[in-house]
């Protein structure tokens, strides 16, 4: 068995400075671990997921107080093993020093792969497995240890991870820190090797500050706003069913959701019909229907509610997708229906704020170039989703906009495929990972060098400056 030591809930920053510092300390002394070692952690944390799904499902389900947990086994449970696989069956290929060109007659180089050190994680509510363990892959391949701050919003969730963790490694590999915004700042300002922070735009601004205090490089993943741009002449249908089977999906708290839909304003209503037919086919009951997840707490089902009444009062026009029968507005069940705001302006909440919701705007364009403008006048988002079968159109829309993914003809499929980089841009986020990128992120690049006999290239550089130094630079220049 690991022998674990387990930091208390709510360690001090100091608790938290001296588990890093012997962290720190057991990777210098080690060194680099061997592609067998890094292949043993990535194992072990597959054959904890897998041993413990049914447990880790509870306790989601337990944390949202109804949590589809199909759900759960597909973007939580199956995407963190089919990452931690991906990085395991790739990761001596990434050693492998890359192959170099011979910069200087007789002189050789190469580039070493080394580990950071120690990573830290801090880790959102949303999908509170494969947004810990997804970072954790890479940097157990690339030879890292970690420490994982889950979030105090799931409770149950991460004092599960927290007994699992201390059950299958021991405490110089992974570790966890639990507790709320004061620890978590506390573990923000720690001097980590490298800082994954995997939430909200402005707590960003926090972390990355914190970190900055020393010099820790930063991985942040936020969100923003995520529009849908709907091709005249997609098809609606299509649009709809794969649009709303995501902004359902975990009730639209993901940061890849799509935030808003622009459309033409003669499609407007042939989308909503097809969006109400979408989601009854989807949910024909919602209040007692363990597949649709409720909101996160009360504050977050109060604040969607909130959107809709701001738009109302500002000339919006509603259409809410609950079953006729249900009402979905009890703070006891906190299920929000699926809610289409139409005429959407900049003067409502929900084209200010990133919605984290199953509320949906549209807003409407009259050119394909309006609709771009539109979108490049926000800040980038994490993923634009473009609906259309124009190839030339395809092609516009990838080069004129700028992104952290683009998907044609779909809504975050991206973030299941590991051979892609997952990451934001500007506002929604720096820096990637997931497999090779992730490999990348989490490792120093350091270059080799290995110096010819005559030293050729130093003595370019070696005063006096005599003639035939001088040709060869002019030389050089000139070549």
Not at 403 to 423: E, I, K, Q, R, Y
């Amino acid at each position: 068995m690991p022998n674990h030591f387990k930091l208390p809930s709510e360690p001090s920053a100091e608790q938290i400075r001296a588990h890093l510092d012997a962290m720190k300390a057991a990777q210098l002394k080690e060194g680099p671990p061997s592609a067998a070692l890094r292949r043993d952690r990535i194992d072990r944390a597959i054959d904890l997921l897998r041993a413990h799904k049914d447990a880790l499902a509870d306790a989601i389900n337990t944390d949202y107080t109804c949590r589809g947990r199909q759900q759960t086994l597909l973007a939580d449970i199956l995407a963190s093993i089919e990452g931690l696989k991906f990085n395991r069956e790739h990761l001596e290929t990434w050693m492998a020093q890359p192959a170099t060109t011979e910069p200087f007659p007789g002189v050789k180089t190469r580039v070493e792969y080394q580990p950071l050190g120690v990573i830290g994680i801090i880790s959102p509510w949303n999908f509170p497995i494969v947004l810990a363990f997804g970072p954790l892959a890479g940097a157990f391949a690339a030879g890292n240890r970690a420490i994982l701050k889950p979030s105090e919003l799931t409770p149950h969730t991460s004092a599960l991870m927290a007994d699992l963790i201390a059950q299958y490694f021991n405490s110089d590999e992974l570790t966890t820190v639990l507790g709320g915004p004061e620890t978590g700042a506390a573990f923000s300002a720690q001097p980590f090797d490298h800082l994954v922070f995997t939430g909200s735009t402005q707590v960003a601004h926090h972390v990355m500050r914190a970190a900055s205090e020393n010099l820790v490089p930063v991985t942040l993943e936020l969100g923003g706003k995520s529009p849908v741009l709907v091709s005249p002449h997609a098809d609606l249908q299509r649009v709809a069913e794969r649009v709303l089977t995501v902004k359902t999906f975990n009730a639209g708290q993901i940061c890849l959701s799509p935030d808003y839909v622009l459309i033409p304003a003669d499609r407007v209503r042939a989308f909503v019909a097809h969006a109400e037919a979408a989601v009854a086919q989807m949910y024909p009951t919602m209040r007692e229907n363990p597949d649709y997840t409720a909101m996160i707490d009360v504050r977050g089902f109060e604040r969607q509610l909130a959107l809709v009444e701001d738009a109302r009062q500002k000339g919006a026009s509603t259409v809410s997708l609950a079953p006729s029968h249900e009402d979905l507005h009890d703070p006891a069940v906190r299920k929000m229906a699926p809610t289409i705001v139409i005429g959407a302006t900049d003067a409502m909440r929900v084209m200010k704020e990133e919605i984290f919701g199953p509320v949906l705007p549209v807003v409407t364009y009259e050119s394909l170039d309006d609709a771009l403008a539109f979108i490049n006048s926000r800040p980038r988002p994490l993923a634009l989703y473009y609906f259309g079968d124009d190839p030339a159109e395809q092609q516009r829309v990838a080069r004129r906009t700028t992104s952290g993914a683009l998907v044609v003809n779909d809504a975050m499929t991206h973030v299941f495929f590991d051979s892609l980089p997952f990451g934001g841009v500007g506002a929604s986020g720096m820096g990637h990972y997931h497999g090779e990128y992730g490999y990348r992120t989490f490792s120093h690049a350091k270059p080799v060098v290995f110096q010819s006999a005559g030293g050729e290239s130093n003595l370019l550089m070696r005063a006096p400056y005599l003639a035939q130094t001088q040709d060869a630079v002019n030389g050089m220049i000139a070549a």
